[in-house]
């Protein structure tokens, strides 16, 4: 049994790492485009290597010039907390009906951040 845990465990481990990935945003045939190398823990240059694949598949003969790379923002993504107390308090003294007072409160707080890739932008040229 313990081995089917330990087993268990490091699978769930592997499968969160984050492979690093590279992707064709776009592309003109010949002429150059955009390649998206999403980093991650594991096979960065496997990525970026990738990424070379894909520019010099495009041009061919061309030599690849890379125009510019960085971060660019491709959405966002966010978080909504909300936390509610309810509060009750029955009064009771005997000659009376019983009477039960409630008070809630609810809060709620939002968190919106920028979903980022790298990209690279190159040109083909003779």
């Known amino acids: 049994m313990k081995q089917f845990t330990f087993?268990?465990?490091g699978i769930l481990t592997l499968s969160t790492?984050?492979?690093a990935t590279a992707r064709v945003v776009n592309s003109r045939p010949g002429e150059g485009g955009t390649v998206a190398v999403t980093q991650g823990l594991l096979k960065s240059a496997e990525?970026?290597?990738?990424?070379d694949r894909f520019m010099a598949t495009n041009c061919g003969?061309?030599?690849v010039k890379i125009l510019q790379e960085?971060?660019?923002v491709v959405g966002s993504t966010?978080?909504?907390n909300q936390n509610t107390n309810m509060?009750?308090?029955r009064n009771n003294n005997g000659f009376t009906?019983?009477?039960?007072?409630?008070?809630?409160?609810?809060t709620q707080t939002s968190n919106t951040r920028n979903v980022t890739e790298w990209q690279i932008e190159y040109a083909c040229q003779e």
């Open 7 to 9: 087993l268990t465990l």
């Open 17 to 19: 790492i984050h492979c």
């Open 47 to 51: 990525a970026k290597a990738e990424a």
């Open 61 to 63: 003969s061309k030599q």
């Open 70 to 72: 960085g971060e660019v």
């Open 78 to 80: 966010t978080n909504v």
């Open 87 to 89: 509060n009750a308090q």
């Open 97 to 106: 009906k019983s009477n039960t007072n409630v008070a809630i409160h609810s």
